[in-house]
């Protein structure tokens, strides 16, 4: 069982930006700064795109933005292109270590 | 490159136990966390756990726990995971990932994913 709750599904036409939030508790989103989000292309391994709340690796687009705020977390992409169409994870450290921490995912669409 | 390459798809008949392969190279294969996290057929993310290369320490997922043992052979730079007990289930896509820097806090970042193995349960 996900302990993370995020949207089924966000959409957005070329150019706009849409935004994902990823919601938790104190044990978890809120009480660590070590939230990070996984971009997933249909049959294609996770891919890195933010951690630590707001960091990019190093090659990920800075259309690519996270933040916090109490027990939620989000993941902002501005100028939507072709290619984001994915699906988006988020995944927190939780104080607990036998607890999943990922998010239930997030289909992005690209109109 | 960095890089974590895996073992081939696998089919089992339910109660039958897997053994998956993650092969490290391309950096220092005891001083990152070595994750394991699985997905179902059109399902979301599920992280099973995670083991320390340098000191084999584990820790499992409260779902996993009684079923799964996280093992690792530095002489090959290899983790592996061995799933018993198997139910259809668990039919899945099974993906090593690597974690943080051994010592520092299991912060559940992956920056670096294995290709994923198939395994299908099915009598």
């Known amino acids: 069982q996900s302990a993370l709750t995020q949207p089924a599904s966000v959409s957005g036409s070329p150019g706009q930006s849409i935004t994902i939030s990823c919601t938790g508790t104190?044990?978890?989103?809120?009480?660590?700064?070590?939230v990070s989000w996984y971009q997933q292309h249909p049959g294609k391994a996770p891919k890195l795109m933010i951690y630590?709340?707001?960091n990019r690796p190093s090659g990920v687009s800075n259309r690519f933005s996270g933040s916090k705020s109490g027990n939620t977390a989000s993941l902002t992409i501005s100028g939507l292109q072709a290619e984001d169409e994915a699906d988006y994870y988020c995944s927190s450290y939780t104080s607990s270590s036998t607890l999943d921490g990922f998010g239930t995912g997030t289909k992005v669409t690209v109109l | 490159q960095v890089q974590l390459v895996q073992s081939g798809a696998e089919v089992k008949k339910p109660g039958a136990s897997v053994k998956v392969s993650c092969k490290a190279s391309?950096?220092?294969?005891?001083?990152?966390?070595i994750h394991w996290v699985r997905q179902a057929p059109g399902q979301g993310l599920e992280w099973m756990g995670v083991i320390n290369p340098s000191g084999s320490g584990t820790n499992y997922a409260q779902k996993f726990q009684g079923r799964i043992t996280m093992t690792r052979d530095t002489s090959t730079s290899t983790v592996y995971m061995d799933l018993s007990s198997l139910r259809s289930e668990d039919t899945a896509v099974y993906y090593c990932?690597?974690?943080?820097?051994?010592?520092?806090?299991?912060?559940?970042?992956?920056?670096?994913w294995g290709q994923g193995t198939m395994v299908t349960v099915s009598s």
């Open positions: 630590d709340v707001s």
């Open positions: 990932a690597r974690g943080n820097i051994v010592g520092a806090i299991k912060k559940r970042t992956f920056d670096i």
């Open positions: 104190s044990s978890d989103v809120g009480g660590y700064n070590y």
């Open positions: 391309g950096y220092t294969f005891t001083g990152y966390y």
